[in-house]
């Protein structure tokens, strides 16, 4: 088998890990695989070089700052190209451009644009295990960074470029669940997981996996396996739905613990100053998720939205001084909110999982304040002393503890 | 002006001082001067990779220490650009691949074969500060590193090829001494020396720049001035001897401490097997000084050589493994010396400085063990113990105190 394997900064966080990657890595090797390592910064480095800038510049140089952080991969392929050798497997360490990843000519969260896969292909046919740094590529001649998620998404778009057949991303969990298991006890690992599900769960909350890497893997038809370089446990595999063995209604239960409520009370309607805020918003970075709009009367419209806790005194200030060019007659907060998901491919054929839902948090009086669907997900906005209850009571709901 | 300003590990060794040396850079921009800066590593860096490379493996691979240790100039590079940009300077790091530094296709000591300036040369000429990485070059597209001496033969090397008018080397140390002023308190910083000089006292042991740098900078006659980061005094300027005023007959004193004799008595006359033994030592990086051979009877040879203190066992574990090749009758050994010696450009054409050397000697009761002569040096080996008297003597002998 050809495959792409990625070890994340905590499974390279010292040389005693690297060892153990080194020697995971080996034994496929060994057992007959041909294998390409993509592997992150070692742990804390990356927060190493960031202090260093900042103390030699109260500003901020996105080119440097990419030039700076790419030295931090550039340490771990040497380091575990080193420690391939010493167990006498061949193999090279490459850089972002050495691979061939070109990007988008941006810097800080650059796009990959192609993989050229002619150096990494030589070396892998040639008998070697070529290491190449994640997170990195170039553009015009200057070394780029991919930003949150980079270094996974190398490697799923490594393996595409390579057709090679499997993509396994090595994290510190050791797959994904149908809950978060810290809340939910009956929390399971699932074997397989559709790339649309997976994209959900990635965009609400749950950490496995980058919504890019996702994509990408999406994009390419790349299967990919999550699992932990911490034990030889099976993961779970990450794969189109299509090949799949019947989809499940509800697949897992995701949530955000601290959200707040925004609304805009009686505004006239008028969609382009609606447009207004929300640009504002995003200009300011403030992340808006559930957006809900009422109309009420029949002259005014009541629009509520939720921001994470953090942001909302930013948000506050800003709707304050949008108040005369939106001519709302009342701003309205509130926080200690949560936000519960459900997410399944099969959801899209059973009208009745919304209600089901629903169901399960009133049996714990969870009042809902917000509901926002899409073709695979619901997600309710709910009090935050409810979450845990109201997680236990969804997950048993759809039997999610069971295969 | 157009000038090549190089900064060592001391002196970029802390955020602080990084931005101490933005600082100073920053100054001659603003006086209208064009500056490219050459950097190493920050300080403690290299040891700091070479410990992590040692930690995953027992075993060493020259292409991927090259690989590790490069990432400490781009380390330096970038973080002095986003200093000198945060002062206003429009700056740039350039690694050496982006710098256009070629080199010989060799891990952990390749020469530079060619630099191309356009990359330096555009960016220059653009208005902005190029801050290269010193130590550091691509070769059939692997990073490789330049051994000792690296960073400042890249300096010397760019300002030729960029043909910029001085290359400036910033160090811990102010300028090039007529003897070493810990040891001999009248030593007197030189105002220039010629490259022939320059090279002979880096051959000796004064630390200030290394020979590969002053051979790269003599071939091309580049100027060059060392100097120090820590303060604003004037330097030492390395030039050819065309351009100087007046050939001094002697410009300075170097010594090494801790000298060893080795000597092998009654060898049949025959050069092939003397070769032998040279060419073992070599294999096995033992490096040779000073080498002096008698004929004492008419059908036996006697060769004496200086190695350092530390290689001695080494150096006679392969005489004794050789010693039926060459069949000498006796291997002697003595440590516990030193080597003292003078350089002057104008010692060509004056015959007595040796005898000089001598007297200002025996003055002070050193017995000279060996001696050896170039055209612009003259080499002692004496005992340990009259090294500082003797240095004393012999500066004060040719009067180097005085301007």
């Known amino acids: 088998m050809f495959i792409v394997q990625k070890f994340g900064g905590t499974s390279v966080g010292s040389a005693q890990r690297i060892r153990a990657v080194a020697a995971r890595v080996a034994k496929r090797v060994q057992a007959g695989d041909q294998v390409v390592v993509v592997v992150s910064a070692m742990g804390h480095s990356t927060d190493e070089l960031v202090g260093l800038s900042q103390a030699v510049s109260s500003t901020r140089n996105n080119r440097e700052m990419d030039a700076l952080l790419a030295t931090g991969e550039q340490v771990s392929t040497a380091l575990l190209a080193m420690a391939l050798q010493d167990l006498g497997v061949e193999a090279a360490s490459f850089t972002g451009w050495q691979a061939g990843v070109r990007t988008e000519p941006v810097h ?25 740094a994640g997170f990195q590529g170039i553009a015009a001649g200057a070394v780029t960074t991919l930003g949150r998620g980079g270094s996974d998404t190398t490697a799923v778009a490594l393996t595409a470029a390579l057709k090679a057949d499997l993509c396994e991303i090595y994290t510190d969990v050791d797959g994904v669940y149908t809950a978060d298991p810290r809340m939910v006890a009956t929390a399971r690992k699932l074997t397989d997981i559709s790339y649309e599900e997976m994209l959900e769960l990635a ?17 390419h038809g790349v299967n990919v396996v999550v699992r932990t370089s ?4 099976e993961g779970t595999v990450i794969t189109d739905m299509a090949s799949m063995e019947g989809l499940r209604v509800v697949t897992g239960v995701a949530f955000e ?16 100053q609606l447009a207004d805020v929300f640009t504002a918003l995003a200009d300011s970075q403030v992340n808006v998720d559930v957006i809900v709009q009422s109309v009420v009367k029949s002259e005014t419209v009541d629009v509520s939205f939720t921001v994470q806790e953090a942001d909302v005194e930013r ?12 001519a709302y007659k009342e701003l309205l907060h509130e926080t200690g909110l949560s936000k519960i998901s459900i997410v399944g491919a099969g959801m899209i054929s059973n009208p009745g999982v ?26 309710c906005v709910i009090d935050q002393r409810h979450l845990k209850s109201a997680l236990d009571s969804v997950h048993e709901s759809f039997a999610l503890h069971q295969e």
């Not at 990959?112 to 892998?124: H, K, L």
């Not at 965009?203 to 994009?219: D, I, W």
């Not at 613990?257 to 382009?272: D, T």
Request: net charge positive.
């Open 108 to 132: 800080g969260a650059a796009r990959i644009e192609a993989i050229d896969p002619q150096p990494v292909r030589t070396y892998v046919d040639g008998g070697g295990v070529p290491v190449v």
């Open 203 to 219: 965009n609400l909350g749950t950490q496995v996996l980058h919504p890019r890497a996702v994509e990408t893997a999406k994009r």
């Open 230 to 233: 911490f034990a030889d446990t």
């Open 257 to 272: 613990k601290e959200v707040a409520r925004i609304a805009l009370v009686g505004m006239p309607r008028s969609e382009r």
């Open 315 to 326: 948000t506050l200030a800003i709707c304050e001084r949008s108040r005369e060019r939106i």
């Open 354 to 379: 919304a209600a089901q839902m629903f169901a399960a948090l009133e049996a714990v009086s969870a009042q809902v304040w917000m509901v926002s669907t899409s073709e695979i997900k619901v997600s």
